[in-house]
């Protein structure tokens, strides 16, 4: 298979292409699909490309807060696609979320290079101040009283990165607990610790900017 394949600059998302709806092979599964590339059709890789790239850009701009950084990580991930998509094992999990450690590993990788981030192993879970952050509650869901979308964008960036990808997979993404814990490589419980820590972190970095807001509130109502 040539590696020539242009990627298309623009993440628009899955579905976007309307020929691919009218092709038969759109109906097939990402395995499908990735079985047909792996036989050398092109085409299939073009599809899965199309399928899963804004995922995978999503995930890789919302843990570097970089667009060349997710532009970079995304045709990257597709170009390993290209070169050992034999190494992808169905019963360790789906395609989406192998390409999404693929992308966790290549961000990672590349935020050490450019010395934005600490090496992941840094930080330890005992080192997070444990909040009151319940299992069922999120700072994100409460993001349009306490905080505008950057400064969610820079609280999320601002975290460890191990609490940091979580946030972006189970808040962001939607990615289930069982898929995330492929991703990253680990246990399910580690996955929802890290993520109730994560929160306590995030309510911790939202609550100065929510009181200000509170307190700017009723200034307004004492000038009123």
Do not use: W
Not at 123 to 139: G, H, I, K, R, S
Not at 162 to 179: M, P, T
């Amino acid at each position: 298979m040539r590696e020539s394949l242009q990627f298309s600059g623009t993440f628009s998302g899955p579905g976007a292409n309307t020929s691919d709806r009218m092709n038969p092979k759109s109906d097939l599964n990402d395995c499908d699909l990735l079985r047909s590339m792996l036989a050398g059709d092109e085409e299939a890789l073009a599809l899965l490309y199309r399928r899963r790239q804004a995922g995978v850009y999503r995930f890789a701009l919302q843990m570097s807060g970089s667009k060349p950084i997710a532009e970079d990580v995304t045709q990257e991930v597709f170009l390993f696609l290209m070169r050992q998509a034999h190494v992808f094992d169905p019963a360790r999990g789906a395609v989406g979320a192998f390409l999404l450690g693929v992308a966790r590993n290549l961000v990672l990788r590349r935020l050490r290079v450019e010395q934005l981030l600490a090496p992941l192993g840094d930080d330890t879970d005992e080192d997070v101040p444990m909040l009151q952050a319940t299992a069922d509650f999120c700072p994100l869901d409460d993001l349009t009283r306490a905080e505008t979308i950057e400064s969610v964008r820079k609280a999320v960036l601002s975290l460890p990165p191990k609490y940091r990808e979580v946030v972006v997979l189970c808040e962001l993404q939607d990615v289930s607990y069982v898929e995330t814990a492929e991703i990253l490589g680990c246990a399910i419980g580690t996955v929802r610790s890290r993520l109730h820590r994560a929160r306590a972190l995030l309510l911790e970095k939202l609550r100065p900017a929510a009181e200000a807001e509170e307190t700017g509130a009723a200034t307004v109502r004492c000038f009123a």
